[in-house]
Nanobody
């Protein structure tokens, strides 16, 4: 059974930083592209960042580009999302997800497993 578990969320002041982690069990993340999404109250889930199975390609939403770094540690079966210069509009539940390596890293389609999410709240 595949499980993705996010951690690292919390309450932070605007301008601060957070490092979110997604750890997988039942699946070797090294074989899959991983993505981060977020959903704010009353809004649709939106793409944040993705990283290819090798770590060689990364993509970011315009809203986080320059403030966000996605990375992976395949030895630890973990994908990380560092968010700097946090803004109140970054407040959301953040989810990690995986999709097969054949699927485009840049697209939002084909994600087949999702975590339960971790709450990020940014106070002004």
């Amino acid at each position: 059974q595949v499980q993705l578990v996010e951690s690292g969320g919390g309450l932070v002041q605007a301008g601060g930083s957070l490092r979110l982690s997604c750890t997988a069990s039942g699946r070797s993340l090294s074989l899959y592209t991983a993505g981060w999404f977020r959903q704010a109250p009353g809004k649709e889930r939106e793409f944040v960042a993705s990283i290819s199975w090798s770590g060689g390609s990364t993509y970011y939403a315009d809203s986080v580009k320059g403030r966000c770094t996605v990375s992976r540690d395949n030895a630890k079966n973990t994908v990380n999302l560092q968010i700097d210069s946090l803004k109140p509009e970054d407040t959301a539940v953040y989810y990690c997800a995986t999709k097969p390596r054949w699927a485009s890293v840049a697209g939002n389609a084909n994600y087949d497993y999702w975590g339960q999410g971790t709450q990020v709240t940014v106070s002004s």
